[in-house]
């Protein structure tokens, strides 16, 4: 399906130096502000304690972050999601509070901070069992706060979650440019995990740059975007063979121009689609998936444009020809092999 069709190719390849040198300089700033900022790493990475609450009233986020400075925590993260009622809060490690006590101070804090107190609370659950927690009760009765749940995660299982995350990356480019190189050729391989991890690069310049968040979430969706733009390349790379065979007399330049505005539409209509679930999530996915979506903005984005301006571009510099994919036909001897 298409919804409009190109007479004429756009040459972008006549271009492809500017966009090149647009890409290296976006590039070299994405690594700056990694070496420079660094990134601000979730309590998945560090090691920190996980809190869901729901208050009785909607919650003020902002005196909830200022009481738990008042208690030790630099920088607090406190979110609300679902409801205006419904608060996560992501606590960094910190050495004047254990792991174990952390947990039972915040909600201690957080429970005075709403005029309440701490008591013990006989429940039955859905097992028909008893079960005793704690609640924080107003003057009233009411319960003002309830602790709905609690994680922690140590250092250790931080750097394992650290290294396996890296670990996932390497092994995603490796069979990407693996796949690439045994079904087209190694410069198209080369060239299209160069753009790739072009890709990637920018991402993390992003969250580096704004601070925001990178958690667990984010790497799924960095690992996403991979796959994604990889796709790209291949149907760009595929409309390349099929032109060397259909234009034998064309240049390099008049092939790649003439793959690239062919598969314009199709690039419209599925990147199109595929951002608009993605816009979905970014604005009204809540917190829990803002910063997933907001990597995958961003990389269907560049990854789009890396596709055209950047893959495509360093496999003509690194010299892609007809040969490298069609390979010539080799003429019958007419002796067959037999010298007079």
């Known amino acids: 399906m298409e919804f409009f069709r190109i007479k004429k190719d756009i040459p972008f390849m006549r271009h492809a130096l500017v966009f090149n040198v647009i890409s290296a300089l976006t590039f070299v700033a994405a690594v700056f502000f990694l070496f420079h900022r660094g990134l601000h790493l979730s309590v998945e990475f560090t090691g920190g304690t996980v809190m869901e609450l729901k208050y009785q009233q909607p919650a003020n986020l902002e005196g909830i972050r200022a009481s738990l400075r008042g208690i030790g925590y630099d920088y607090p993260e406190a979110a609300g999601f679902g409801t205006a009622h419904d608060v996560m809060l992501r606590l960094p490690v910190i050495r004047s509070i254990s792991g174990k006590d952390a947990s039972q101070l915040v909600f201690d804090t957080l429970c005075k901070a709403e005029k309440g107190a701490l008591t013990q609370i006989d429940n039955v659950n859905a097992k028909g069992e008893h ?39 390497v092994m995603v480019v490796v069979g990407v440019m693996l796949y690439l190189a045994i079904r087209f050729e190694w410069k198209y391989a080369v060239s299209a995990i160069i753009a790739n991890l072009h890709d990637v690069v920018i991402i993390l310049g992003f969250f580096a740059f704004f601070q925001w968040e990178f958690s667990l979430t984010v790497l ?53 689609s595929t951002q608009m679930m993605v816009l979905a999530m970014l604005f009204f996915g809540g917190p829990t998936l803002h910063y997933f979506a907001m990597a995958l903005t961003i990389g269907i984005c560049f990854g789009i444009y890396s596709s055209v301006f950047v893959a495509a571009a360093i496999a003509m510099w690194l010299g892609v ?3 490298d994919l069609i390979k010539p036909v080799k003429e019958k001897d007419e002796t067959d092999g037999a010298v007079v």
């Open 220 to 272: 799924a969706g960095i690992l996403a975007v991979l796959g994604y733009s990889v796709n790209e390349s291949v149907v760009i790379f595929d409309r390349i063979r099929e032109n060397f065979r259909k234009y034998r007399k064309a240049t390099v330049h008049e092939v790649i121009d003439n793959a690239i505005t062919s598969t314009i539409s199709r690039t419209i209509i599925t990147h199109g």
């Open 131 to 169: 079960v005793v927690k704690q609640a924080c009760m107003t003057a009233a009765g009411a319960e003002a706060v309830e602790l709905r749940k609690v994680e922690f995660v140590g250092p250790q299982v931080g750097e394992e979650l650290t290294q396996n995350g890296l670990n996932a990356l």
């Open 321 to 323: 020809k007809r040969e």
